[in-house]
């Protein structure tokens, strides 16, 4: 199975909004709403930031938020912070292995 | 408080066997899935399997079916994931992860990963 498709980075200043994207196809993103999106610092493990498209976990700021329209999820993050400067992953449950398939991950610099 | 405690880095050599662990805590460690994840220095998050340890039904990637093999001992509350022979591409941080209940499919919960480097 192939991996989801995100891009390799994106930045933004303090304060400002980006939106990190997540293609998938029919298989996965496209006909299914359990895409979920984790945050890595360097040296951490991953931690829930969004699933089901757009529910956030207890605990995360809401200025993280999720969305989805076709094949193609979207993280967007507004007021960006110094903290928020970690990759982030997007993944979707997949009906090719009635698995998870992940992205490639998407680095994010906060200038 | 939900916990993940994984086994320690490991450094083995090609060919050799290798299993570590994931030990539950803070919840009915019967009732949800654990999976595995697989990050290669540098690389991305690479979703392996996943096991109930409730009755120890498993399912694995198609990258990963006939390469690993995850079980789990639901009386020490203890996932595995275990190579008979590993190779030098073997080497990744492995994180195991709860999966939510009911019907959804994200890791709520992740272990610290365990390090294994395979090298001669």
């Known amino acids: 199975q192939s991996a989801l498709t995100q891009p390799a980075s994106v930045s933004g200043s303090p304060g400002q909004s980006i939106t990190i994207s997540c293609t998938g196809t029919?298989?996965?993103?496209?006909?299914?709403?359990?895409v979920s999106w984790y945050q890595q610092h360097p040296g951490k493990a991953p931690k829930l930031m969004i699933y089901?498209?757009?529910n956030r976990p207890s605990g995360v700021p809401d200025r993280f938020s999720g969305s989805k329209s076709g094949n193609t999820a979207s993280l967007t993050i507004s007021g960006l912070q110094a903290e928020d400067e970690a990759d982030y992953y997007c993944s979707s449950y997949t009906s090719s292995s009635a698995g998870v398939v992940f992205g490639g991950g998407t680095k994010l610099t906060v200038l | 408080e939900v916990q993940l405690v994984q086994s320690g880095a490991e450094v083995k050599k090609p060919g050799e066997s290798l299993k570590i662990s994931c030990k539950g805590s803070?919840?009915?460690?019967?009732?949800?899935?654990i999976g595995w994840v697989r990050q290669m220095p540098g690389k991305g998050l690479e979703w392996m399997g996943i096991i109930y340890p409730g009755d120890s039904d498993t399912r694995y990637s198609p990258s990963f079916q006939g390469q690993v093999t995850i079980s789990a001992d639901k009386s020490i509350s203890t996932a595995y994931l275990q190579w008979s022979s590993l190779k030098a591409s073997d080497t990744a941080m492995y994180y195991c992860?709860?999966?939510?209940?009911?019907?959804?499919?994200?890791?709520?919960?992740w272990g610290q990963g365990t390090l294994v480097t395979v090298s001669s």
């Open positions: 089901e498209v757009s």
């Open positions: 029919s298989s996965d993103v496209g006909n299914y709403n359990y």
């Open positions: 803070g919840y009915s460690f019967t009732n949800y899935w």
């Open positions: 992860a709860r999966r939510a209940g009911g019907l959804q499919f994200e890791f709520d919960y």
